[in-house]
């Protein structure tokens, strides 16, 4: 009987409560968080180290012949892009362009066809939607952008005037290295001078040359629109290019440990993108570079790790830090200082407060090399 009077005497409260109340339910919180969050992902972190350890193999070499670093510079940023566009296109914020040729390249480049070397799988993931942590929200992921404008009017202007374009895959770029590099092969004594400043190999361009035609590569002009993204990843005409480069990328992910396929990187998952990875000003700040991989325009740098996130993954801050896809620049950097500072505009996940910190990091980017290196296994079988 006690507990039956008990339990009529708690619905009579709530009775009387929502009497009380009734007037006031319409009064509903809504969170900040409701609606996507972009930020602009960088490439910077993605496949020197590998192209250096490749180049110093000398059986690797001679068992892929089609191997060039700018080769893999030129897979591994058309990949960027199109992982780039999953994510996009899973928090259904791409234009119809976009759209359409991401259905295209995937009908003709399906994804399990797409190799990701051992040392970069990780990178590759953390291009994806995520979904932050607070029950309340609905829709707002957090996603890489990139410009529904990738590339200028004209070719001949090179990129395009955006901060975010220098942290992207320049794949016209890429393209204009390859014209230049193939331009001279045939005068030895312009190459002697001019490879340094190329590839990290002296020889590696010479052997390059009878591999060159191989690729079937587009004939480029000055005046290229490539302000569609089919355009600026050069597969307006034809993709065919394209599996030609695939295998020089499958003998590459072949020869590393730990290597997938883009079917192994989903485009939503992954919340390392939820953590900020602010680079350290240097002691040297780097001046303007005068030639490809002037060390000049180099420098050492440490981090902190930044994030609203409370109850991280295992691995997810140091995924963050690895891959370096979402980065902020130290702001005295002579160039690029504002890249990734001015977030608050880019949707409401970056106004969440407080924001919690690591401490500086001066060491761990320096085992990078050492990383790659103990992940070669040498040339397939």
């Not at 950097?333 to 407060?353: A, C, E, N, Y």
Request: charged residues 15%; hydrophobic residues 35%.
């Amino acid at each position: 009987m006690a507990s039956e009077s008990s339990t009529h005497k708690t619905k009579l409260e709530k009775k009387t409560c929502l009497s009380f109340l009734s007037s006031f339910t319409r009064s509903q919180i809504v969170y900040p968080t409701q609606g996507i969050s972009h930020y602009y992902p960088s490439c910077h972190m993605m496949v020197h180290a590998m192209n250096i350890t490749l180049c110093d193999n000398f059986d690797f070499k001679r068992a892929n012949p089609n191997y060039h670093p700018y080769i893999l510079r030129l897979y591994c940023g058309v990949l960027f892009w199109i992982q780039c566009l999953r994510a996009g296109n899973d928090v259904n914020d791409l234009t119809d362009v976009q759209h359409r040729f991401l259905n295209r390249f995937l009908d003709n480049h399906p994804l399990e066809t797409l190799a990701v070397p051992g040392p970069l799988l990780g990178l590759f993931k953390t291009l994806c939607s995520s979904q932050p942590e607070f029950p309340h929200n609905h829709n707002g992921k957090v996603y890489p952008r990139i410009p529904a404008q990738p590339g200028p009017a004209r070719r001949d202007a090179f990129m395009r005037d955006l901060l975010e374009s220098h942290f992207l895959p320049n794949v016209p770029g890429i393209f204009a290295l390859l014209e230049d590099l193939t331009a001279f092969l045939p005068n030895t004594s312009r190459l002697s001078k001019e490879r340094q400043a190329h590839s990290p190999d002296q020889s590696l361009n010479e052997a390059f040359a009878d591999c060159y035609s191989n690729f079937n590569f587009q004939v480029t002009s000055a005046a290229d629109n490539l302000e569609k993204i089919s355009s600026f990843l050069h597969m307006k005409h034809s993709m065919a290019w394209f599996n030609q480069v695939k295998g020089v990328a499958d003998d590459v992910a072949a020869s590393f440990e730990g290597s997938g396929t883009l079917a192994d990187c989903s485009p939503h998952g992954l919340v390392a993108n939820q953590v900020m990875v602010v680079l350290s000003t240097p002691e040297h700040l780097p001046e303007s570079p005068n030639c490809i991989a002037d060390k000049r325009a180099t420098y050492e740098f440490g981090y902190q790790l930044k994030s609203t996130v409370r109850n991280l993954p295992p691995l997810a801050e140091a995924l963050a830090a690895f891959s370096q896809t979402y980065i902020r620049m130290f702001p005295n950097h002579p160039f690029f200082g504002t890249f990734g500072s001015k977030t608050l505009d880019h949707g409401p996940f970056w106004k969440i407060r407080p924001i919690g910190s690591s401490l500086t990091d001066n060491s761990s980017y320096l085992t990078i090399p050492s990383i790659v290196k103990q992940a070669f296994k040498g040339p397939a079988t």
